[in-house]
């Protein structure tokens, strides 16, 4: 059976893919018949109501989903369609209450071609009480005015200053209403209301869909190595999952003291939500030293590592690769102090990245998930290649877009043992062929060719967390 789903006019590279995971994770059967990343309409195959309800229960970026009753370019064709495909159950509905709704994307229309349009609908000789709030069924006239994509990124909704054919709609869809989506949560975490944030904290709305990409989900354990302030650690736990994560410098997560010894850090977040008991704990280390045992015992891996453009990437230990002697305070060895800092050494960003896969690569699960977010140049001659691993399957990669450059969500899955994938690229600079950020940092350099009037320094060296 054919459904509608209304997507949010937003991150448009990631919707399509969402609904994907969404339906790996409940196990169900999806087919996209149509999608444009230009119109919130997306039209798929499922097998059932129940499999409608199931799919769209969680997405972030989806609005609602309709039974398809009807398409076309006109009215004329609607009707037609309307009687070809649902004219033996309009019994079912013939006695309860209902409303009609007229949406139309990227053009307006008045009450009364509203009423009209409504009007032309009574041959389905619905006998129920009309109900303008909370009726048994919800009919949908959903129009839109947009015709191909040349002609979207050149015209604006104002019907006055729109070509002639676009003052009418170029397409047509009528459903029954049957589930919203779960975007309205998005509006619970957000960061302004959030207890514990910093200037690097990923936003509520996209933090619950790598989540979804990651797959998380009641009985799983996910993990971030760059945990910051816990947005994707807050978000898995929305879903179910069982979080904990790392970070180089302590001091990200745990915050400061708010006043009558209430805390202000990752914790306080979970608290704030209710999830406490999926805060598993959050530790102090990078993942080149990482006290996590080497085994497939992680659902998801959900991260977004440093960049390492304002100052360079750093992991534990020191240039020359030798310890130092150990330096008493009041008899106590230093290393052992609360508030002892590690030395730090310059870190590769192709280096950061081969670290991350190999990571997921020993301690996902078959099946298990990797949602990653990485930097790229918005233009083709500068982007970077999607770093590859043989035991891992690239299943989507979405674009969000800013002005000289981009980040993109990468999405793996562990394969099970004895399959490989297509590619493999292998880290290419070692930690120790370079010395400084720009040397170890391919999109840094990048970076700030295209903005030469950055403050930045390039050779600075100071710790970068989430």
Sequence with gaps: MEYLIRFAQVHESFRRPEIQALAALAGIDLEVISYNEFSPYCIVKLANEEAARGLIARSILAKDIFELWAQGTNYEEVHSDVRRRTQPRWNNYKE??????????????????????????????????????????????????????????????????????????????????????????????????????????????????????????????????????????????????????????????????????????????????????????????????????????????????????????????????????????????????????????????????????NFASRTLVTNGRLAMWMPTSSDEEGELAIPMHPNLEVVCVSVQPFNNWSRRLITYRRLPEGETSDVSVGRRKADSEGMYADELNAFRRKYFMKNPNSKAKSGTESDVSQ
């Design 96 to 357: 309860v209450s209902f409303r009609f709704t007229i949406e139309s994307f990227a053009g307006k229309r008045s009450n009364e071609e509203k009423r009209d349009i409504i009007q032309s609908f009574a041959y389905l000789d619905f006998q129920g009480p009309i109900r303008m709030k909370n009726p048994d069924e919800d009919f949908w006239v959903l129009e839109e005015y947009i015709p191909d994509v040349a002609i979207s990124k050149t015209t604006t909704s104002s019907s006055t200053t729109r070509p002639a054919e676009l003052q009418t709609p170029q397409k047509i869809y009528f459903g029954r209403w049957v589930a919203n989506s779960n975007r309205e949560v998005v509006n619970k975490y957000d960061l302004k209301k959030r207890r514990y944030i910093s200037t690097t904290s990923m936003d509520a709305e996209l933090s619950l869909v790598t989540a979804n990409m990651a797959h998380a989900a009641p009985g799983r354990l996910f993990f971030d190595p760059f945990v910051g302030t816990g947005s994707f650690c807050v978000a898995a736990a929305h879903f179910g999952a069982l979080t904990l994560g790392s970070d180089i410098d302590g001091r990200s997560f745990r915050g400061k003291e708010m006043g009558k010894g209430k805390p202000m850090g990752v914790l306080s977040n979970f608290q704030q939500y209710g999830t406490e008991s999926k805060f598993v704990d959050v530790f102090t280390s990078d993942l080149t030293n990482t006290p996590l045992r080497s085994s497939q015992f992680l659902d998801g891996i959900i991260c977004d590592p440093p960049y390492g453009v304002r100052e360079g990437l750093r992991v534990l230990g020191t240039r020359d690769g030798r310890g130092k002697e150990e330096v008493l305070i009041d008899g106590v060895p230093a290393h052992l102090r609360p508030d002892y800092i590690a030395p730090k050494k310059p870190y590769g960003f192709e280096a950061m990245q081969n670290d991350i896969l």
